[in-house]
């Protein structure tokens, strides 16, 4: 083997999962086909759950130290959910996509793991006791696992002969990168009588600390072949058709056309390949999720491949992944259908969408309703399936952030191992018998006891009996 982990792609998703076999251990190889790093945004907005994730990992401190990243206001279909804003820690925050790459680029390269460009990945085969990848370049590289994070277009996908069943994409939009003057538009979803739309919010600072904005727009006869070029007249007509004279387009830095395609693969490990991020689904970019997704499918990831490849992963660990993951994105794609419709993106005028979108804004003064939907795109509701939820409200979900005197529990995961919270120090001996996988934070704690597995999710709580087949279940046999 030339590594444990060959991991393809350096977007968000692979570098975010480089970081987690880091952690966990284990030698990994990050590749991709580009020379450089993109310097242009795709994803803008992040959401309380990945920035959380990024916070247990210690990392969410110097990223955010890397820029100015205003915190914005989630939405829903366009309509602004302000309660969610003192919801949790971390609200929604801007930081832009090359921001997140950039910072963990350099972090793994710092750390030995650089990513090794120029590498177009062209031919995968496993076999029994590993995979062999071949590259553009005339390099190969063999190991015991493989993970595709190369994006919506996946190769490795297409070598697998992987289902991606879904819709293919009806209309497009366009998504540009811009400064704007006139009237300041930090965070905006407007629309005109007549149907046209345009989304704003802000996607940090060029390079001469002047803001950027995110624009996305569309309307009647605004839906055009995905490959024809967006241009700048294109761009004011659509400000104009919304804004009128109020709002200047200054520079065009980027742009892009999107369908709303939506697709996601039926099975996310093919063997010892896995699928992940884009490369597992994708869906038009409404709301903030795609990139929120697919770095949560590396935090849920990085940890089992690690057991796995250091023997002591439980014979379904791995499997966990799909069962996991899979209904989370489904979900995604579901509500960005959901949302789709409701923002009338054709500008079609439906006067029984119109009726639908304003008994929808209406509900959403309901603080149970925005509550809902916050759950849903922050990732903060997500609850995975697993023995012990149906008795326990916390379990399946992300851990709280428990007082333990001199620390707070998720500084804890930082380490990337099992937590088990015991402020009663009742299961010291128990949790002796996982040295390495799990740590225990005991006496002093004032918490309820629980036990968190690296990824940040409660894995075990209430029933004391229950845990040590819960530690068996995630952390694998005692030594
Ligand atoms: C306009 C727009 C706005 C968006 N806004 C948001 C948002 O606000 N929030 C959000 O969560 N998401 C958003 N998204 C979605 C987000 O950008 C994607 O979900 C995210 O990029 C997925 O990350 P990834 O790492 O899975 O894939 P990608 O970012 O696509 O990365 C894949 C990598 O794989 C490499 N690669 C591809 N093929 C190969 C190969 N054969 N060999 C080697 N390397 C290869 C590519 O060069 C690339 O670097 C937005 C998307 C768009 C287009």
Redesign the pocket.
């Known amino acids: 083997m030339d590594t444990e982990v060959l991991v393809?792609?350096?977007?968000?998703?692979?570098?975010t999962l480089a970081h987690e076999l880091r952690l966990a251990g284990v030698s990994a190889v990050l590749?991709?086909?580009?020379a450089q790093?993109?310097t242009l945004?795709?994803?803008?907005?992040?959401?309380s759950r990945?920035q959380e994730a990024f916070d247990q990992r210690g990392l969410l401190e110097p990223l955010l130290a890397t820029g100015n990243f205003p915190i914005g206001t989630a939405h829903f279909a366009g309509i602004t959910l302000p309660l969610t804003r003192e919801r949790h820690r971390h609200p929604w925050r801007s930081i832009p996509?090359v921001a997140i790459?950039g910072f963990l680029e350099e972090h793994l390269a710092a750390r030995g793991i650089p990513v090794r460009r120029d590498?177009?990945?062209?031919g995968v085969a496993q076999d029994g006791d590993g995979v062999t990848a071949t590259?553009?370049n005339g390099g190969v590289v063999r190991s015991r696992y493989l993970v595709a994070?190369?994006?919506?277009?996946?190769?490795?996908r297409s070598l697998l002969g992987a289902e991606f069943p879904g819709r293919p994409g009806t209309m497009t939009t366009v998504?540009a990168d811009v400064r704007l003057g006139g009237e300041d538009l930090a965070m905006t979803h407007a629309r005109s009588a007549d149907g046209h739309w345009v989304s704003v919010?802000p996607l940090g600072t060029d390079p001469q600390g002047r803001p950027l904005r995110?624009l996305?727009l569309g309307g009647p006869g605004r839906s055009l072949p995905r490959e024809a070029p967006v241009t700048e007249d294109e761009i004011r007509d659509g400000l104009r058709a919304v804004f009128g004279s109020r709002v200047r387009l200054l520079d065009l830095r980027y742009a892009?056309r999107?369908t709303n395609a939506a697709r996601q693969a039926a099975r996310y490990r093919h063997g010892r390949v896995f699928l992940?991020?884009?490369?597992?689904h994708?869906h038009l970019?409404i709301?903030?999720?795609?990139?929120?997704?697919?770095?949560q499918?590396a935090l849920n990831l990085g940890w089992k491949l690690g057991a796995a490849v250091h023997g002591w992963a439980p014979e379904h660990l791995l499997d966990t992944y799909h069962a996991e993951r899979h209904p989370v994105a489904a979900a995604v794609l579901r509500n960005v259908q959901a949302q789709s419709l409701l923002m009338d993106q054709q500008g079609t005028g439906d006067p029984d969408l119109v009726a639908a979108k304003e008994l929808f804004a209406a509900l959403t003064h309901l603080p149970a309703v925005q509550y809902h939907l916050d759950d849903m795109l922050s990732g903060m509701g997500i609850r995975y399936p697993m023995p012990g939820a149906e008795d326990h409200p916390s379990v399946g979900l992300p851990a709280p952030d428990h007082d333990l005197g001199p620390l707070r529990s998720h500084k804890l995961l930082r380490r990337g191992r099992g937590v088990l919270i015991d402020p009663a120090d009742r299961f010291a001996k128990l949790a002796a018998l996982w040295p390495g996988r799990v740590d225990r934070a005991g006496r002093g704690a004032e918490a309820e006891p629980m036990l968190i597995r690296p990824d940040g999710y409660v894995c075990w709580a209430g029933n004391p009996d229950d845990l040590e087949p819960a530690l068996g279940h995630w952390f694998g046999e005692p030594q």
Request: aromatic share 4%.
């Open positions: 393809v792609g350096a977007g968000p998703t692979g570098l590749v991709d086909k580009l790093r993109s945004s795709k994803a803008g907005g992040v959401q990945t996509q790459e590498h177009e990945l062209i590259f553009a994070a190369d994006g919506g277009r996946s190769t490795v998504a919010f995110r996305s892009r999107i992940a991020g884009d490369a597992a994708v970019p709301g903030a999720q795609g990139m929120n997704t697919g770095i499918d």
